[in-house]
């Protein structure tokens, strides 16, 4: 069986693994050996940033025509645009916009 890995994804892994590695390889050099939990920890928290920034896996997954009416399956807009009634006439402003002042 085959898994799709979405493209984005597998470079947030990668450049997580390889900040994971740059860290324990610094450690290795300045202490007597490589600290494994701290590029674990690194490796994760770069990881989950950058998954954070870049929102992968942000899918819509309540079905077709309940998300953005942008995309498609959504229920379009109706045909017809609301209509405005307008009067004309000698009534004061502040009643045809249902304003009153005392």
């Not at 490589?34 to 309540?62: F, N, W």
């Not at 959504?74 to 304003?99: E, F, I, N, Y």
Request: zero cysteines; proline letters at 11%.
């Amino acid at each position: 069986m085959n898994q799709h890995i979405d493209t984005v994804a597998l470079l947030i892994l990668a450049i997580g693994a390889l900040a994971g590695h740059l860290v324990y390889k610094h450690a290795a050099r300045t202490t007597r050996g490589g600290d494994p939990a701290t590029a674990i920890t690194v490796a994760a928290a770069v990881i989950a940033t950058l998954v954070l920034l870049l929102g992968v896996g942000a899918t819509d997954t309540r079905g077709p025509g309940t998300g953005d009416p942008r995309t498609p399956g959504a229920p379009s807009a109706p045909a017809t645009p609301p209509t405005a009634t307008v009067t004309t006439g000698s009534s004061p402003p502040a009643a045809a916009t249902g304003l009153h002042l005392p």
